[in-house]
């Protein structure tokens, strides 16, 4: 292999020039890969003037600066509505953002920020309806009208954070379904879902962030945009960078801007980006020929309500596309949140604009960030978590009489009964209510009545996550368990009663 080299072979202004004339030798992030496989780095870098990389995926940080021009008699807003999604009116007078995750007030989970955009860059009538205080020198208080992306004077999308430079792959150990960002999670490691290009992912093509930076010029929701710096969230040490973009939004087209809704979590919007590299030296051309077989991430377990998730494996793109992985040595469907389809074309009408001479290379003034810091949020309050309050759980075996049962519960002053098997993995529970109903019934097994599919809970759960399950499932305890279903204990609505009254 050539040695990697950082010495400039081209500059921006040698590889522009060439755009101009028509000259310049473009290709797709995939296309650079067989290239650089079948000819090597070296050739490819004096080859390969720029490369043009994709992707479209649920870009939740994404949103639009608008302005819609003063009213006669002028108005303040304080606040707005566009087709009954809120809008931050915290600006000048007549200007607002709307951010992609917020819901319709009418239409939550179905409808929102980025759906208001999508229709916006349609063409359609959105309605607008304001609400203000009143001052003197801007009177109005109400206002309700109707307008399209024409009427508004400007129309940015500005979204602080886009493009991840790698995201984790998602799965879900826990015994029911979840409902996440990455979508729906069955339980028990039912699936797997990814977000991601691989090889057509911009920043995975330049990992050092050496072409990209203030003033990029790129491909933005079917328009041109601009990276106006690192994104919210950049985290370069960890290769999560992420990238702060704008653009007109009246040059863009809802292909590539659709609003999107996630089935229990919300409203997002999905985004178009693509991002040329010019090759300038060696190293770019070795970089921008990454393969979906080397570009790994994690498979994380979401069902655990933590910020820092188990990893249950690496994986490679190589294997996320490929719609099936092994997990726990079970071979587990894959499914996609972001369109490679989608992906492909941006990077070929990127590839397609250059070639033509429409789109030329900006310098950046200033590249990302290599160094920047990321720092979880600061918390100034105690967090409870499930090990502080839970107490032992009462067991039992599957073949103790109903009658026996009871007497425990009487004895130890207890509503749960746990069932486990001989080495105390948990196999069912059943409540006071349960016994009581079966005594009713001239029922006698236990196994008539245990509960067998059992909601529980591990030590490190926060609590509020643990009383959201049992207030989302109707019931009163959780027995608490290892990673091999070993029973540890149990946590019950009484003794996080009794947390939050001290």
């Given at each position: 292999?050539?040695?990697?080299?950082?010495?400039?072979?081209?500059?921006?202004?040698?590889?522009?020039?060439?755009?101009?004339?028509?000259?310049?030798?473009?290709?797709?992030?995939?296309?650079?890969v067989?290239?650089?496989?079948?000819?090597?780095?070296?050739?490819?870098?004096?080859?390969?003037?720029?490369?043009?990389?994709?992707?479209?995926?649920?870009?939740?940080?994404?949103?639009?600066?608008?302005?819609?021009?003063?009213?006669?008699?002028?108005?303040?807003?304080?606040?707005?509505?566009?087709?009954?999604?809120?809008?931050?009116?915290?600006?000048?007078?007549?200007?607002?953002?709307?951010?992609?995750?917020?819901?319709?007030?009418?239409?939550?989970?179905?409808?929102?920020?980025?759906?208001?955009?999508?229709?916006?860059?349609?063409?359609?009538?959105?309605?607008?309806?304001?609400?203000?205080?009143?001052?003197?020198?801007?009177?109005?208080?109400?206002?309700?009208?109707?307008?399209?992306?024409?009427?508004l004077?400007?129309?940015?999308?500005?979204?602080?954070?886009?493009?991840?430079?790698?995201?984790?792959?998602?799965?879900?150990?826990?015994?029911?379904t979840?409902?996440?960002?990455?979508?729906?999670?069955?339980?028990?490691?039912g699936?797997?879902?990814?977000?991601?290009?691989?090889?057509?992912?911009?920043?995975?093509?330049d990992?050092?962030?050496?072409?990209?930076?203030?003033?990029?010029?790129?491909?933005?929701?079917?328009?041109?945009?601009?990276?106006?710096?690192?994104?919210?969230?950049?985290?370069?040490?960890?290769?999560?960078?992420?990238?702060?973009?704008?653009?007109?939004?009246?040059?863009?087209?809802?292909?590539?801007?659709?609003?999107?809704?996630?089935?229990?979590?919300?409203?997002t919007?999905?985004?178009?980006?693509?991002?040329?590299?010019?090759?300038?030296?060696?190293?770019?051309?070795?970089?921008?020929?990454?393969s979906?077989?080397?570009?790994?991430?994690?498979?994380?377990?979401?069902?655990?309500?933590?910020?820092?998730?188990?990893?249950?494996?690496?994986?490679?793109?190589?294997?996320?596309?490929?719609?099936?992985?092994?997990?726990?040595?079970?071979?587990?469907?894959?499914?996609?949140?972001?369109?490679?389809?989608?992906?492909?074309?941006?990077?070929?009408?990127?590839?397609?604009?250059?070639?033509?001479?429409?789109?030329?290379?900006?310098?950046?003034?200033?590249?990302?960030?290599?160094?920047?810091?990321?720092?979880p949020?600061?918390?100034?309050?105690?967090?409870?978590y499930?090990?502080?309050?839970?107490?032992?759980?009462?067991?039992?075996?599957?073949d103790?009489?109903?009658?026996?049962?009871?007497?425990?519960?009487?004895?130890?002053?207890?509503?749960?009964?746990?069932?486990?098997?001989?080495?105390?993995?948990?196999?069912?529970?059943?409540?006071?209510?349960?016994?009581?109903?079966?005594?009713?019934?001239?029922?006698?097994?236990?196994?008539?009545?245990?509960?067998?599919?059992?909601?529980?809970?591990?030590?490190?759960?926060?609590?509020?996550?643990?009383?959201?399950?049992?207030?989302?499932?109707?019931?009163?305890?959780?027995?608490?368990?290892?990673?091999?279903?070993?029973?540890?204990?149990?946590?019950?609505?009484?003794?996080?009663?009794?947390?939050?009254?001290?």
């Open positions: 292999m050539t040695p990697l080299t950082n010495s400039n072979i081209k500059t921006y202004e040698e590889i522009n020039e060439k755009i101009k004339r028509g000259d310049a030798v473009v290709v797709t992030a995939e296309e650079m067989k290239i650089v496989e079948e000819q090597g780095e070296k050739r490819a870098a004096k080859e390969i003037d720029v490369v043009s990389t994709g992707t479209m995926g649920a870009m939740c940080s994404s949103g639009a600066f608008l302005n819609f021009g003063h009213s006669d008699p002028p108005i303040k807003m304080e606040q707005i509505w566009l087709n009954d999604v809120e809008a931050y009116h915290g600006n000048a007078a007549v200007d607002c953002y709307i951010g992609a995750t917020k819901m319709s007030i009418v239409k939550p989970f179905k409808y929102g920020g980025g759906h208001v955009i999508q229709d916006l860059v349609s063409g359609k009538e959105i309605s607008l309806r304001v609400r203000a205080y009143g001052t003197d020198c801007y009177p109005r208080t109400r206002l309700e009208t109707t307008i399209t992306i024409d009427d004077n400007q129309a940015i999308l500005c979204n602080p954070r886009n493009a991840y430079q790698g995201y984790n792959a998602a799965t879900n150990g826990r015994d029911e979840i409902y996440t960002y990455m979508g729906k999670l069955l339980a028990n490691y699936n797997v879902t990814y977000s991601g290009s691989g090889c057509l992912n911009p920043l995975s093509n990992p050092d962030y050496e072409t990209i930076g203030i003033g990029t010029k790129i491909f933005l929701g079917g328009g041109v945009g601009y990276v106006i710096g690192e994104g919210t969230q950049h985290n370069p040490k960890k290769h999560l960078g992420t990238i702060m973009v704008k653009g007109d939004l009246k040059q863009m087209s809802p292909e590539y801007l659709q609003g999107a809704a996630f089935t229990r979590y919300g409203t919007m999905y985004v178009g980006v693509g991002i040329p590299i010019p090759i300038l030296n060696e190293g770019l051309a070795r970089k921008t020929a990454v979906d077989a080397n570009i790994t991430t994690e498979v994380i377990d979401y069902g655990v309500p933590r910020m820092n998730r188990p990893s249950l494996r690496k994986v490679t793109y190589q294997e996320l596309k490929s719609g099936k992985i092994e997990l726990n040595g079970k071979p587990v469907k894959v499914s996609a949140l972001s369109s490679l389809k989608t992906a492909r074309k941006i990077a070929k009408t990127l590839k397609d604009w250059i070639e033509q001479g429409r789109f030329l290379l900006n310098k950046p003034a200033e590249t990302l960030s290599t160094t920047r810091e990321f720092k949020m600061k918390i100034t309050k105690e967090i409870h499930v090990r502080s309050i839970m107490i032992p759980a009462i067991t039992t075996t599957i103790t009489s109903i009658h026996d049962v009871a007497k425990l519960i009487v004895e130890k002053n207890v509503n749960h009964i746990v069932i486990v098997n001989d080495d105390n993995t948990l196999k069912g529970i059943v409540t006071s209510f349960d016994v009581t109903r079966a005594v009713a019934r001239n029922k006698n097994k236990l196994e008539e009545i245990v509960v067998r599919r059992v909601y529980t809970a591990k030590p490190d759960d926060p609590l509020d996550a643990v009383a959201k399950e049992l207030e989302t499932h109707k019931i009163s305890a959780l027995p608490v368990i290892d990673e091999k279903n070993k029973v540890l204990g149990i946590v019950t609505s009484e003794e996080i009663s009794q947390l939050i009254a001290k």
